[in-house]
């Protein structure tokens, strides 16, 4: 069955450096998204992504965070300037197709840990 | 505005049933659920859309009433596979918009 893949699975990083996540999103998906988890916490949403631009954002996503696809299949979350407080798992999920309202599926997840 | 699910935790011993529920003050178009075991990624369970549909998936069933702005979670006969933590995600709106998540319910199955 096609799967959503994150990379890598684990990111370890200096408080003010940048990380990029990588995802790749199930091959013929149309819609694509960025949420993070911080330990112990609920699922927040960070950004939504169709047809090349952003569709949607939250209050958390400020200029710190971009995304991108550069090609036909990545998708990826950059965040400069890393904070402590950004240390949390960041799941990527797509779900596709013209038909509204479909299942959303998520990778496995980066952790990311800000030292 | 978030879901508020209930209970936060419960603990069933094999073969007990158990409702999990997900209640939003905003209109809703839809209801995800979602199981998520320590460490791992929310794992797709069903989506309830407008219409107050039930679903049912092996030996667990949902429902959505949308006057209530509710669904419920039903875990029937509840296996150690079972234990996790189940989220609701909502969607105000149709177009696969991003889903807005409750805190979760801890659901811990024991022998």
């Known amino acids: 069955e096609p799967e959503v893949t994150q990379t890598p699975s684990h990111q370890v990083t200096q408080m003010g450096q940048e990380v990029i996540l990588r995802c790749v999103p199930i091959?013929?998906?149309?819609?694509f998204y960025w949420y993070r988890q911080i330990l112990g916490q609920k699922v927040e949403f960070l950004v939504s992504?169709?047809?090349?631009?952003?569709?949607?954002k939250s209050e958390i996503f400020d200029d710190q965070f971009s995304v991108e696809r550069p090609d036909g299949s990545n998708f990826t979350l950059k965040i400069r300037s890393t904070k402590l407080e950004d240390s949390a798992m960041y799941f990527c999920a797509s779900t596709g197709g013209q038909i509204s309202n479909q299942p959303q599926h998520f990778g496995d997840g980066t952790r990311l840990s800000i030292l | 505005q978030q879901p508020v699910q209930s209970p936060q935790a419960v603990i069933l011993r094999e073969g007990e049933d158990a409702v999990i529920n997900c209640s939003s003050s905003k209109a809703l178009y839809s209801v995800h659920w979602y199981r998520q075991k320590h460490g791992e990624a929310p794992i797709f369970l069903m989506i309830?859309?407008?219409?107050?549909e039930q679903k049912g998936h092996d030996k667990i069933s949902a429902s959505f009433n949308e006057k209530k702005q509710q669904s419920s979670l039903y875990l029937t006969a509840s296996q150690l596979s079972y234990s996790g933590t189940y989220f609701c995600?909502?969607?105000?709106?149709?177009?696969?918009?991003?889903?807005?998540f409750g805190k979760g319910t801890r659901l811990s199955v024991i022998a």
């Open positions: 091959s013929n998906h149309l819609y």
């Open positions: 995600g909502t969607e105000s709106r149709p177009g696969n918009t991003p889903l807005v």
């Open positions: 309830l859309l407008k219409g107050g």
């Open positions: 992504f169709y047809n090349n631009e952003i569709s949607e």
